[in-house]
C-alpha cells in the first residue's frame, strides 16, 4: 500500500449496489462483443473501448455509477503502456516535494503505482471517498467512460499522457507477453500487430482513446493537460514546471534555484527507478485476477525502439492508419 493511501481497506459501497453491478457484469461479460486479448485470452467492447471481463471491468462499472468527483481532484489518465509510471511517479514528487526529503522519499520504497489509486480497480474494494484531497487518482479509461461528475466537474484536473503509436504497441507486446498465463496459446507479434491496427488492445482502441482525450482538451483547456511522451523525453524540466503550473503549484524561483525540478527528474528517472530494489521485486495487485511484477512497468524506456520490433511493412502500415485518424484533427503525436 502507498504513501498516501489509506492503510486499510473499508467500504461503504452498499451491499445492494454491488449487487446490482454485479449482475451488470455478468450478463454483460456474456452479451458484449469480443476479440481477442494479449494478457487475457477475450476482451469485451463496451460502449466502444476494449476491457478485460475481470473485475477491473467491474471497477468501471461502479466508477461510473458511484464515483463523486470533488473539484480538488487530479486524474491522471492514460492508455496502456504510454508512460503512465514515469506521469505518476513525477506528479506524485511534484504535489508531494514539500512533504518529503529527497533522501528518505517514498518513491525510493514504493512503486509508483502504489503512490496514486488506479481507480478503475481500486474501486471495487476501497473506500475512495476516505482519501484525503486533493485525491490524486489515475484512470485507463477513455474520456467518454470517465466518471460523469469528473467530466462534468469545471474544477477537477486531468492530466494525459499519449505516445507514439508503434512505440505504444511494442511496448504493449512485450509488457502483455510477460503477463500472459502460459496456459493460453501464444499470441505472436504479427497477430498482435493486427488486433492493434483493427482497434483491439485494452483500453482502446488507442487512436479513439487519445482523440477522446485531445477533443476535450480542445474544449476544456482550463481542465484538462495534454502531455506527450516524446516530448515530456526531451524536455523533461520544461514539461514538468508546465505540469505543477497546471495542478496549481508551481515551483518558486528558489525552488527552481535550489534545483528541486531536476532532483524529482533524478527521482522518477528511468534509471533510478530501475535501480531500486522495490521496483525489481515484489507486484501490484490492481484487483486480484491481475497481478503484475514490478520490474513488468520497465523495459526500455526509449523513444523510437519500435523500429527495432517492427517490419518496415509494419511501419508503413501503422503510418497510413495514423494518418488516417488523426486527419482533420490537428492532433500530432510526438516524434
Ligand atoms: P518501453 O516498453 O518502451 O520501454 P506505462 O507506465 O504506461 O505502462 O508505460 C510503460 C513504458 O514507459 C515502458 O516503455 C517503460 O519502459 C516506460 N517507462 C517506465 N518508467 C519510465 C521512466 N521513469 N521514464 C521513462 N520511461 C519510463
Not at 491496427?197 to 476544456?220: D, I, N, Q, T
Not at 513488468?296 to 508503413?316: A, Q, W
Request: some cysteine; hydrophobic content about 35%; overall charge neutral.
Amino acid at each position: 500500500m502507498g504513501p498516501s493511501l489509506p492503510s486499510q481497506q473499508s467500504n461503504i459501497i452498499e451491499e445492494n449496489v454491488h449487487e446490482k453491478i454485479n449482475q451488470q457484469f455478468e450478463e454483460l461479460i456474456t452479451t458484449l462483443p469480443s476479440d481477442k486479448g494479449l494478457i487475457v485470452p477475450t476482451l469485451i467492447n463496451y460502449k466502444g473501448f476494449w476491457y478485460p471481463p475481470v473485475s477491473i471491468f467491474k471497477g468501471v462499472l461502479l466508477m461510473q455509477d458511484q464515483f463523486k468527483a470533488r473539484s480538488t481532484d487530479i486524474f491522471l489518465c492514460s492508455a496502456p503502456k504510454t508512460g503512465t509510471t514515469w506521469l505518476k511517479a513525477l506528479t506524485f514528487a511534484t504535489m508531494n516535494r514539500s512533504k518529503f526529503e529527497f533522501a528518505t522519499h517514498p518513491l525510493l520504497t514504493t512503486v509508483p503505482h502504489n503512490c496514486m489509486p488506479y481507480l478503475d480497480a481500486y474501486i471495487t474494494d476501497h473506500d475512495v471517498e476516505a482519501l484525503p484531497s486533493p485525491r490524486l487518482l489515475s484512470s485507463h479509461s477513455a474520456y467518454s467512460l470517465l466518471p460523469k461528475s469528473t467530466r462534468e466537474s469545471p474544477d477537477c484536473k486531468i492530466v494525459y499522457i499519449c505516445r507514439n503509436p508503434k512505440d505504444v504497441f511494442v511496448s504493449d507486446y512485450f509488457f502483455s507477453m510477460k503477463l500472459r498465463a502460459p496456459m493460453f496459446p501464444p499470441i505472436s507479434m504479427e497477430e498482435a500487430f493486427d488486433l492493434f491496427c483493427k482497434g483491439v488492445c485494452m483500453y482502446g482502441p488507442y487512436f479513439e482513446h487519445v482523440l477522446g482525450y485531445w477533443k476535450a482538451r480542445l474544449e476544456s483547456p482550463e481542465k484538462i493537460l495534454f502531455l506527450k511522451y516524446e516530448e515530456m523525453r526531451r524536455d523533461p524540466v520544461k514539461h514538468v514546471k508546465h505540469l505543477a503550473e497546471f495542478l496549481g503549484k508551481p515551483f518558486s524561483a528558489e525552488e527552481e534555484k535550489a534545483g528541486v525540478i531536476e532532483e524529482i527528474l533524478k527521482l522518477c528517472s528511468f534509471d533510478k527507478l530501475t535501480s531500486l530494489e522495490v521496483n525489481k521485486t515484489g507486484k501490484v495487485t490492481f484487483v486480484p485476477e491481475m497481478a503484475v511484477g514490478n520490474e513488468t512497468f520497465y523495459r526500455k524506456g526509449k523513444v523510437g525502439d519500435s523500429k527495432n520490433h517492427l517490419t518496415p511493412e509494419m511501419i508503413e502500415r501503422l503510418d497510413k492508419i495514423t494518418e488516417e485518424k488523426l486527419k482533420g484533427t490537428g492532433f500530432a503525436f510526438g516524434e
